[in-house]
RNA sequence: CGGGGCGUAGCGCAGCUUGGUAGCGCACUUGGCUUGGGACCAAGGGGUCGGAGGUUCAAAUCCUCUCGCCCCGACCA
């Protein structure tokens, strides 16, 4: 094969400009276009069944964990929204307000949701009276508004969709369990659907979530060395329960606050996934995401008809087990085709041409590593249907290889200066648990604390990174998105 | 929101310094010939030069404002 760079000239090499590279991935690979509204983007067919699939895979879980859809309003009245003061805080400068209609002024303004803790908290008071109508167990799929300073196409957009899975729950104990549940069904999500490795943990107190109690996250780490939140799931204790007056009579005879907690994950996932599979000749799709899984080039020549005629039954055969895509367009050459798809991010090329059709064989090209291997037209579908599936395993490997080669531990300062500075990644290091240290350490080297892990091995480091104190927690720190 | 850079055909760019009414490559259309890693030939179509205002006989080019994108910093999923 020759140089791999010559076939996609379009595409700027991650190691010239990752932030260059990523754009250029998702304009040739057809994701998303910037639309005429500052910070916002269209999600193009690609981009959003992409999107799609990711839903189908935590709606599933959803479901499963027993939640159901809602719909809540886009709209938030101010003097639902001012109630909770540190949760105004945090979004107030964010907001976008809607202060007229209909040519007339509105009596009261209304705010373009960032989350809807507040609206759903105003609706569980109403709909919450007895420990018999808990737990509430609700999800939802929307956009929200941020009015972002800096925005990148799927990582922060001024609009952007998610889900916001929002519960409520007669027991703090009952809740904690709904909110390490929900972190759990989305480090799942991540690590089998989008083989994306993540490490789950709790976020410190300045880095959580404006509102909540506790607020914990999965951590994914980037081909750039920089980390990115990939979900969050909060413990909201009363918080909001008090300020919505969210009780409910207990079998004791108690009126008591509910326990509530929210969870969310967005379309900046699809932005993760770029960044942990995509490599300098493209996209890179997982399988069990990818809109197409397979694409089927013949290859034509003139006069041999039965090529296409085969071509095109194979690809009818693979659909029983595959999202299949046949290319046979006469005006592209296959070199053509072969880049075009590779740059798009299939995860499998099927070429089938007349030396093949001799050999009752077909050539398989993965995606992820680049490999052909030649194989038999007798069970093709089963070969495919197994080629996906490792293709999808290795991936997470391959990534899972990523963020240990990448995490690395810091007993001092000056060694967690140095690797943030020279190698990026995730560095572990102890910490005291102390504002002041994590501050500091931000200011100096531009790194945060990303999380605290849930895993804390026995023998972590025993000083704090930053004042050399006692570490009271192993964390993580890393430049981040 | 501060500092820097860039906006000219769908994409990538030249032209701007020294004003004279727009060009190249790819893509696109038609025909031919091709097809195992981005073929070739021929003939075509497409841009009020991001937008607004100003200077000038004349502005892509000079001036002012504005919008957008990228990079670097402070806030966030």
Redesign the pocket.
């Known amino acids: 094969?020759?140089k791999d760079k010559e076939?996609?000239?379009?595409i700027t090499p991650q190691n010239e400009?990752f932030?260059?590279w990523?754009?250029d991935v998702i304009k040739k690979a057809d994701l998303a276009d910037?639309a005429p509204v500052?910070?916002c983007i269209v999600f193009k067919p690609e981009g959003y069944e992409i999107w799609e699939r990711c839903q189908e895979g935590l709606d599933r879980r959803f479901k499963a964990t027993g939640h159901r859809n809602a719909y809540f309003p886009l709209f938030i009245p101010e003097s639902l929204l001012l109630k909770e003061a540190e949760h105004v805080e945090?979004f107030n400068?964010?907001l976008p307000w809607v202060t007229e209609a209909g040519g007339e002024k509105l009596t009261e303004r209304l705010a373009v949701r960032p989350t809807s803790e507040t609206i759903i908290g105003e609706m569980y008071h109403r709909w919450i009276q007895s420990h018999r109508d808990l737990p509430v167990l609700i999800n939802q799929w929307c956009n929200v508004v941020?009015w972002?300073?800096?925005?990148?196409?799927f990582?922060?957009?001024?609009e952007?969709l998610w889900q916001e899975g929002h519960t409520a729950h007669r027991t703090e104990e009952e809740a904690r369990t709904e909110v390490m549940r929900m972190l759990e069904v989305y480090r799942d999500f991540l690590e089998t659907d989008l083989a994306i490795p993540v490490v789950p943990g709790r976020k410190s107190e300045s880095e959580k979530?404006a509102g909540a109690v506790e607020t914990y996250s999965i951590e994914a780490l980037m081909k750039d060395g920089k980390a990115l939140?990939a979900g969050?799931s909060h413990f909201l204790g009363q918080n909001f329960s008090r300020v919505f007056d969210i009780q409910f009579l207990d079998d004791d005879g108690q009126r008591k606050y509910v326990w509530t907690t929210s969870w969310?994950m967005?379309?900046?996932i699809i932005g993760a996934m770029i960044m942990v599979h995509g490599d300098d000749?493209g996209l890179v799709l997982p399988p069990r995401v990818a809109p197409t899984q397979v694409v089927v080039v013949p290859?034509?020549?003139?006069g041999q008809d039965e090529v296409r005629a085969r071509a095109q039954q194979i690809a009818d055969e693979l659909r029983s087990v595959a999202r299949v895509h046949l290319d046979d367009r006469?005006e592209?050459?296959?070199?053509?085709k072969?880049?075009?798809w590779?740059?798009r991010g299939i995860p499998l090329r099927i070429?089938?041409?007349?030396?093949?059709?001799e050999k009752n064989q077909a050539?398989l090209?993965r995606r992820d590593s680049?490999e052909?291997l030649f194989v038999s037209l007798d069970n093709l579908p089963e070969t495919v249907a197994g080629l996906l599936e490792t293709i999808q395993k290795e991936m997470y490997e391959r990534a899972r290889g990523f963020m240990a080669e990448n995490t690395r531990p810091a007993a001092t300062f000056e060694e967690l200066a140095e690797i943030i500075e020279n190698k990026r990644g995730f560095v572990q290091a102890g910490w005291c648990g102390k504002a002041a240290c994590e501050a500091e350490v931000k200011?100096k080297t531009?790194a945060t604390i990303r999380n605290i892990p849930l895993e804390q091995p026995d023998n972590g480091p025993r000083h704090c990174v930053c004042c050399g104190e006692p570490a009271q927690y192993k964390v993580i720190f890393a430049r981040?998105?």
């Open positions: 094969m020759a076939f996609v000239k379009e400009d932030s260059q990523y754009i910037y500052r910070g945090g400068p964010e941020r972002e300073k800096r925005t990148l196409p990582l922060r957009t001024t952007f979530f939140q969050t969310g967005t379309t900046r000749r290859i034509l020549k003139k006469a592209y050459s296959p070199g053509w072969f880049n075009e590779e740059m070429e089938i041409g007349p030396k093949d059709l050539v090209a680049g052909k200011e531009k981040a998105y």
